[in-house]
Nanobody, 123 residues
């Protein structure tokens, strides 16, 4: 049993920042890599950031590189995504997801998913 709960979404102006949080329960958190995905209307779901089980390795999509930062606090069973310098094209539902191993997976599989949190960036 794994439950992932995202929070921290909202509406911000372009150039602003948000921090998303995802709290996991039901598993040994540090054993699993985590990813943040987003899906905008009419677009495919995409992986925007990933982090290894202990946080030593990260991955970012080119579209967010240099603006977003993924981190985790395994003592709190929480993974974060800091979104800086937001652009209107960052508007999407953001999901956190858990792998079945400690290494980042770009193509999958991600076995468990949160319900998503809406990020809306206005101009």
């Amino acid at each position: 049993q794994v439950q992932l709960v995202e929070s921290g979404g909202g509406m911000v102006q372009a150039g602003g920042s948000l921090r998303l949080s995802c709290v996991a329960s039901g598993r040994t958190f540090s054993s699993y890599a985590m990813g943040w995905f987003r899906q905008a209307p009419g677009k495919e779901r995409e992986l925007v950031a990933g982090i290894s089980g202990r946080g030593g390795a990260t991955y970012y999509a080119e579209s967010v590189k240099g603006r977003f930062t993924i981190s985790r606090d395994n003592a709190k069973n929480t993974v974060y995504l800091l979104l800086n310098n937001l652009k209107t094209e960052d508007t999407a539902v953001y999901y956190c997801a858990s792998t079945e191993g400690p290494q980042i997976r770009v193509g999958g599989p991600y076995a468990f998913w949160g319900q998503g949190t809406q990020v809306t960036v206005s101009s």
